[in-house]
């Protein structure tokens, strides 16, 4: 029978859940367990199988557009290499930086992406914090060039995948920074800086596998003993309710464009940075 590549983050279950007990035996002995909480963690994982079932269905569904982009308009053919892989998993890794950036600054995108912030821990089961509505947000535009390039589509999709798959790891407080990993990769300590909501470290490392993008275009972000990271959203969600996580900030967006007096700020409200949609939809509430 042929592996379903759609179904690999499924697949991982074991790994993932051998870590998350792997974590929780460390973080005992080391008398940190209230890191966890088990309504937060078991909120993600219902949020992770909703992800899941969604993401499978919008596969099903923009498959045939990557399929025709690939078969009618592909730029390059590729012969079945190893290099071609390498340059597959580096092109979506360097659209995943972008599609993770535009995610924090853009509000459309941030209705969806803010689920997987909205805790305020940070551990293993954080990673399956997923929103369901990413197909919505339109997450899958993203990739479509790599399929114009001339990558097969079920190529597309397991390198996504295995993209989010490697990112499952950077989510503990159970591991120090790791030498000259932190300025190749995205690692625990980078990524706690990315999920921290202080001044110093909101909106920067938006790294999937490569932390080289954030060093490239001037997001990147060092983790300090100083400032220690405070994690969650400038707007907390307060709700362990996993349907309602996924669709609070959705409401608020759309009842803010319904309510806004000119097209403008609804514009705004819509597609603005995330603070600058607050500021002006807080100017008619
Ligand atoms: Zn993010
Ligand atoms: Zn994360």
């Given at each position: 029978?042929?592996?379903?590549?759609?179904?690999?983050?499924l697949?991982?279950?074991?790994?993932f859940l051998?870590?998350?007990?792997?974590?929780l035996?460390?973080?005992?002995?080391?008398?940190?367990?209230s890191?966890?909480?088990?309504?937060?963690?078991?909120?993600?994982a219902?949020?992770?199988?909703?992800?899941?079932?969604?993401?499978?269905?919008?596969?099903?569904?923009?498959?045939?557009?990557?399929?025709?982009?690939?078969?009618?308009?592909?730029?390059?053919?590729?012969?079945d290499?190893?290099?071609?892989?390498?340059l597959?998993?580096?092109?979506?890794?360097?659209?995943?930086?972008w599609?993770?950036?535009?995610?924090?600054?853009?509000?459309?995108?941030?209705?969806?992406?803010?689920?997987?912030?909205?805790?305020?821990?940070m551990?293993?089961?954080?990673?399956?914090?997923?929103?369901?509505?990413?197909p919505?947000?339109?997450?899958?535009?993203?990739?479509?060039?790599?399929?114009?390039?001339?990558?097969?589509?079920?190529?597309?999709?397991?390198?996504?995948l295995?993209?989010?798959?490697?990112?499952f790891?950077?989510?503990?407080?159970?591991?120090?920074?790791?030498?000259?990993?932190?300025?190749?990769?995205?690692?625990?300590?980078?990524?706690?800086?990315?999920?921290a909501?202080?001044?110093?470290?909101?909106?920067?490392?938006?790294?999937?596998v490569?932390?080289?993008w954030d060093?490239?275009?001037?997001?990147?972000?060092?983790?300090?003993a100083?400032?220690?990271c405070?994690?969650?959203?400038?707007?907390?969600?307060?709700?362990?309710?996993?349907?309602?996580?996924?669709?609070?900030?959705?409401?608020?967006?759309?009842?803010?464009?319904?309510?806004?007096p000119?097209?403008?700020?609804r514009?705004?409200?819509?597609?603005?940075?995330?603070?600058?949609?607050?500021?002006?939809?807080a100017?008619?509430r």
């Amino acid at each position: 029978m042929k592996f379903d590549i759609q179904l690999l983050l499924l697949a991982l279950a074991p790994v993932f859940l051998a870590c998350v007990a792997g974590e929780l035996w460390y973080l005992r002995r080391q008398g940190r367990l209230s890191l966890y909480d088990w309504r937060d963690s078991v909120c993600c994982a219902c949020l992770g199988l909703l992800h899941q079932g969604a993401d499978k269905l919008a596969w099903v569904l923009v498959l045939p557009l990557y399929a025709w982009i690939y078969q009618q308009h592909r730029l390059f053919q590729f012969a079945d290499s190893w290099l071609s892989f390498l340059l597959l998993f580096i092109g979506q890794d360097f659209l995943y930086y972008w599609f993770h950036r535009v995610s924090h600054r853009v509000r459309w995108l941030w209705a969806a992406h803010s689920v997987h912030h909205s805790s305020t821990r940070m551990n293993f089961t954080t990673a399956f914090r997923q929103s369901l509505m990413y197909p919505l947000a339109g997450m899958w535009v993203f990739w479509l060039p790599l399929a114009w390039l001339g990558f097969p589509p079920e190529q597309v999709v397991g390198v996504v995948l295995l993209n989010l798959a490697f990112q499952f790891f950077v989510h503990t407080q159970a591991c120090p920074k790791l030498g000259w990993l932190e300025y190749v990769f995205n690692t625990p300590s980078i990524h706690r800086g990315h999920h921290a909501k202080n001044p110093r470290y909101i909106d920067h490392n938006y790294a999937g596998v490569l932390v080289i993008w954030d060093r490239l275009f001037g997001s990147y972000v060092e983790e300090s003993a100083d400032d220690p990271c405070d994690y969650g959203t400038v707007k907390p969600v307060n709700s362990f309710n996993p349907l309602w996580v996924s669709v609070v900030e959705w409401r608020d967006m759309l009842r803010e464009a319904w309510r806004a007096p000119n097209w403008k700020d609804r514009w705004t409200v819509l597609f603005g940075p995330p603070e600058e949609a607050e500021a002006a939809a807080a100017r008619w509430r």
